[in-house]
């Protein structure tokens, strides 16, 4: 019941506007109904079915799912393999946009049917508004009617499906995939169509993105009830298209899906049909959030506010990018006006998405050692099924698949020049050995002329190894305002593949001196060190481990604990660089992105009271390489 609510959302509200953009504005015709119907059916058996919820939702990763998931489990063997993950994640982010007006419009949409001139476009912009607006108080309520709701939808459209089969028992037979041979070799309008076809497995990947939240049996047994609804009530549809054989009509008005309810249900169907929808555009949204979120923690987004309106599992929010999907929706509402237009720039950017999820797959199954025929049919059937359909959805392009493709090179622009850009900055990150400094660090501590800066000073370091560190931090506490503490601690966050792992491990490197915390979090765990960390030292203190006590007489015999200092380095361009005109163009885009994302200190979630920010130089040129010549007087 839950995944009938959370799962099929998207793939579920289909049925409102695929057969009618199949048809548009050609002749109605036997075999266009029945070759439609056969295309259904077999793009849902082995795009939905087999790809995605017998193959694909194996991938789990620790019972999760996603793009991003799928990636983190393979992205060890083969290091291009962040090119159709980063494709991937911005296409189902442009598909986030486009959902909710298509799917709410069509809804709507009905009810032209009683009031022909009604203005829909003001309803659908209040509604997604709404919808947008609540998403800060979070869905964990609304959450639980989901279900049922959509146990409501799917069978009320499988009930209207079988009173029109009932008609014409025969239209059972376009389930025959010779009908949709014929269509597609005989139609000379077959790539438009093709392109129409691909509707109906749009929320395919936001099934394999929401494996969390219900497990894959779960996803596997409910997609049976889920698909044979679908597919009765296009059978339905395909009836009451037969019974208007060889006029060309007006589907705007008279949208199939609406046409099969009886005159004294269709308000009531159109009420349940704008709340399925509502839900629909609820499991895109929520996805969207959840994608970011892992994009933030895979250093692949900028860091951005991301907040938990509930206890619930996975539920978050991210203020952020909410308004840049209301935003987006309303933008497309007001841009193309009317679901039939919505239908040009839907299916181009989630057929790429697809295409990127069949490359990873294919690797996961390489990975899990399946034999090698087994890998290379599938990434070859699939890549000519979903290479099809992206020809098909070419012709698109210019109707208003250029909106949703602007969209996703947009996005990915963005993830391209951070990931790009933190491979830079590394280039120019000096390690050095830390066991040189543990003398120096334990005489500074100790140096009484040196005015105290901190009881307990800690730093956040990049180092991989306990037995390096960043010579800036060297330079920040020995030379930049010598830093005389108690005890220095340094730490290390490493954001692991398995996504709700929270482990840590502490070194002593110093004794009382010198501490190395390393946090071994996953890529779905909020990065709250500063909770985390103080988790950590009251623990040390229960076990004995260290004292955190003040060293000042006066604290000291009142057992008053130290003060607390976190230092962040900020490493900033240096205007000398020998970059290459690439590099130079991402770095001054990174530069401006991270005049907009969250500071460090705020996106590692630190009390910004106890916090010291000090910028020092990237050099990205040695000072050697400068010639310049002295002059004696």
């Known amino acids: 019941m839950i995944s009938l609510g959370i799962i099929y959302g998207d793939i579920g509200t289909s049925?409102?506007?695929?057969?009618?953009?199949?048809?548009?504005?050609?002749?109605?015709?036997?075999?266009?109904?029945?070759?439609?119907?056969?295309?259904?059916?077999?793009?849902?058996?082995?795009?939905?079915?087999?790809?995605?919820v017998v193959i694909t939702l194996r991938a789990d990763n620790k019972g999760e799912g996603g793009i991003f998931s799928l990636f983190s489990l393979v992205r060890r063997k083969a290091r291009w393999l962040i090119v159709p993950a980063v494709i991937g994640g911005c296409a189902l982010l442009a598909d986030g946009i486009i959902t909710p007006p298509i799917t709410i419009s069509s809804a709507i949409e009905g009810l032209e049917t009683y009031y022909p001139h009604l203005h829909t476009v003001s309803i659908v912009i209040v509604i997604i508004a709404v919808l947008f607006i609540i998403q800060q108080f979070g869905t964990s309520l609304v959450g639980k009617a989901f279900g049922p709701i959509m146990f409501i939808w799917f069978s009320m459209m499988g009930i209207l499906g079988i009173v029109f089969i009932a008609q014409n028992p025969f239209v059972i037979k376009a389930l025959n995939p010779y009908y949709a041979f014929e269509l597609l070799t005989t139609n000379p309008k077959a790539l438009v169509i093709l392109g129409a076809v691909f509707l109906c497995t749009t929320g395919a990947e936001a099934l394999y993105s929401d494996l969390g939240h219900c497990g894959r049996m779960n996803i596997q047994i409910s997609w049976i009830y889920v698909k044979s609804c679908l597919v009765l009530n296009y059978l339905g549809q395909a009836v009451w298209l037969l019974h208007h054989n060889g006029e060309v009509m007006n589907l705007n008005l008279h949208n199939p899906f609406y046409e099969i309810m009886p005159g004294w249900f269709l308000l009531y169907g159109i009420g349940i049909a704008t709340v399925a929808a509502v839900i629909?555009?609820?499991?895109?949204?929520?996805?969207?959030?959840?994608?970011?979120?892992?994009?933030?923690?895979?250093?692949?987004?900028?860091?951005?506010?991301?907040?938990?309106?509930?206890?619930?599992?996975?539920?978050?929010?991210?203020?952020?990018?909410?308004?840049?999907?209301?935003?987006?929706?309303?933008?497309?509402?007001?841009?193309?006006?009317?679901?039939?237009?919505?239908?040009?720039?839907?299916?181009?950017?989630?057929?790429?998405?697809?295409?990127?999820?069949?490359?990873?797959?294919?690797?996961?199954?390489?990975?899990?050692?399946?034999?090698?025929?087994?890998?290379?049919?599938?990434?070859?059937?699939?890549?000519?099924?979903?290479?099809?359909?992206?020809v098909g959805n070419l012709n698109k392009f210019v109707d208003g698949g250029w909106f949703t493709l602007s969209i996703g090179f947009f996005l990915f622009s963005?993830?391209?020049?951070?990931?790009?850009?933190?491979?830079?900055?590394?280039?120019?990150?000096?390690?050095?050995?830390?066991?040189?400094?543990?003398?120096?660090?334990?005489?500074?501590?100790?140096?009484?002329?040196?005015?105290?800066?901190?009881?307990?000073?800690?730093?956040?370091?990049?180092?991989?190894?306990?037995?390096?560190?960043?010579?800036?931090?060297?330079?920040s506490i020995l030379q930049k305002q010598p830093k005389r503490a108690d005890?220095?601690?340094?730490?290390?966050?490493?954001?692991?593949?398995?996504?709700?792992?929270?482990?840590?491990?502490?070194?002593?490197?110093?004794?009382?001196?010198?501490?190395r915390i390393d946090f071994k979090l996953g890529?779905?765990?909020?990065?709250?060190?500063?909770?985390?960390?103080?988790?950590?030292?009251?623990?040390?203190?229960?076990?004995?481990?260290?004292?955190?006590?003040?060293t000042y007489k006066?604290?000291?015999k009142h057992k008053i604990v130290g003060d607390f200092r976190f230092v962040v380095i900020e490493k900033?361009?240096?205007?000398?660089?020998?970059?290459?005109?690439?590099?130079?163009?991402?770095?001054g885009f990174y530069v401006y992105l991270k005049k907009i994302s969250l500071s460090e200190e705020r996106g590692?979630?630190?009390?910004?009271?106890?916090?010291?920010?000090?910028?020092?130089?990237?050099?990205?040129?040695?000072?050697?390489?400068?010639?310049?010549?002295?002059v004696i007087c």
């Open 280 to 390: 629909a555009s609820q499991a895109l949204i929520s996805g969207s959030f959840t994608l970011i979120a892992e994009a933030v923690r895979l250093n692949l987004w900028p860091k951005v506010r991301i907040n938990y309106p509930s206890e619930q599992k996975g539920q978050l929010y991210v203020p952020s990018v909410n308004w840049l999907l209301c935003a987006g929706c309303i933008g497309v509402v007001l841009l193309f006006r009317h679901s039939d237009r919505m239908e040009a720039a839907y299916g181009l950017s989630i057929t790429v998405a697809m295409l990127m999820t069949t490359i990873l797959v294919s690797r996961f199954l390489r990975k899990k050692k399946f034999p090698n025929y087994i890998v290379n049919t599938f990434l070859v059937v699939y890549l000519l099924i979903e290479g099809t359909f992206l």
């Open 523 to 550: 890529f779905r765990v909020e990065q709250q060190i500063n909770l985390l960390f103080r988790k950590v030292v009251e623990d040390l203190v229960k076990n004995g481990e260290v004292n955190i006590t003040s």
């Open 15 to 52: 049925p409102l506007y695929v057969f009618k953009a199949i048809v548009g504005s050609q002749s109605i015709s036997e075999l266009l109904v029945l070759g439609g119907v056969s295309c259904i059916f077999w793009t849902l058996t082995m795009q939905t079915t087999l790809k995605y």
């Open 572 to 587: 900033v361009l240096s205007r000398s660089h020998n970059l290459s005109f690439y590099e130079r163009f991402i770095m």
């Open 414 to 475: 963005i993830m391209w020049t951070w990931h790009t850009a933190r491979k830079i900055r590394n280039r120019y990150v000096k390690f050095i050995e830390i066991e040189d400094y543990y003398s120096i660090l334990k005489e500074l501590s100790e140096d009484e002329t040196v005015p105290k800066y901190s009881s307990q000073l800690v730093y956040l370091t990049s180092a991989n190894f306990d037995s390096e560190i960043e010579s800036k931090i060297i330079y």
């Open 554 to 556: 006066s604290l000291n």
């Open 604 to 630: 590692f979630g630190l009390d910004l009271s106890f916090v010291t920010v000090e910028k020092v130089p990237l050099m990205l040129a040695d000072p050697e390489t400068v010639e310049i010549n002295r």
């Open 487 to 515: 005890v220095y601690w340094l730490v290390h966050v490493d954001v692991v593949d398995e996504p709700y792992k929270k482990e840590y491990e502490v070194n002593f490197l110093v004794p009382n001196k010198l501490i």
